[in-house]
């Protein structure tokens, strides 16, 4: 089992529906990133959270430490929304670190 | 403020070759990750650096090796090339890899080993 899951692995939305990615974890963690990666490569991280709740302009993103859960929601998808969504873990190790453990990702497409 | 820079964007070696990847920060950035991602295996860490010192190392063998210089500027080595090596290599940045700071993704290299 891997130690970061993601679901779905799959998603198409049609043009302004409400979205959410969810990501859990099996290991004890300092921060949970959500990254984005179109195609061609590049990778842009969204969110860091270490706890509670971080909104930026239509992305929400919340983690559930106790319950080793986050979620990533998109409100009003647009088709410039559709790339692949990673989740990854910083597991506690004890010191400053981005030895990262990743989810397979989740495959966004939002139609017009 | 000049993104993390890789080099080269494509690469194409045979088996047995090495090659060496480059990875310059963002101006200020002390640490740099490298990761490889693959159809099968996704996403994994590599290994990465601070201040010229290796901090961690990835579940890869010894072909795979990295340095970092006094300008933060960061390469990774892969010798004696095997095709499951055929990869994205993506180098990241960030202050000092502490638990409240985002990492900045470079488009990274796209080897392929033939």
């Known amino acids: 089992k891997n130690e970061v899951e993601q679901s779905p692995q799959n998603l198409t939305a049609q043009e302004g529906e409400f979205i959410t990615i969810n990501c859990s974890y099996s290991?004890?963690?300092?921060?949970l990133h959500w990254l984005q990666q179109h195609p061609g490569g590049g990778i842009v991280s969204l969110f860091m959270?270490?706890?509670g709740k971080k909104k930026h302009g239509r992305l929400i993103a919340t983690i559930n430490i106790q319950e080793k859960h986050s979620s990533l929601h998109i409100t009003a998808s647009h088709p410039r929304d559709s790339a692949v969504y990673i989740c990854a873990v910083r597991p506690f190790y004890g010191g400053a670190t981005n030895k990262l453990i990743f989810g397979t990702g989740t495959l966004l497409a939002v139609q017009p | 403020k000049a993104g993390v820079t890789q080099t080269p964007r494509y690469l194409i070696k045979t088996r047995g070759q090495q090659v060496t990847l480059s990875c310059s920060p963002i101006s200020g950035h002390r640490s740099v990750s490298w990761y490889q991602q693959t159809p099968g295996q996704g996403l994994q860490f590599l290994f990465e650096?601070?201040?010229?010192?290796?901090?961690n190392k990835g579940n890869f063998p010894g072909r795979f090796s990295g340095r970092q210089f006094s300008n933060s500027r960061s390469e990774m080595n892969v010798s004696t090339l095997e095709l499951g090596d055929s990869a994205l290599y993506l180098c990241a940045s960030s202050l000092r890899a502490d638990s409240n700071e985002k990492l900045f993704f470079g488009s990274g290299t796209q080897l392929s080993v033939l």
């Open positions: 650096y601070f201040s010229e010192t290796q901090r």
């Open positions: 959270l270490s706890s």
């Open positions: 290991v004890g963690i300092s921060a």
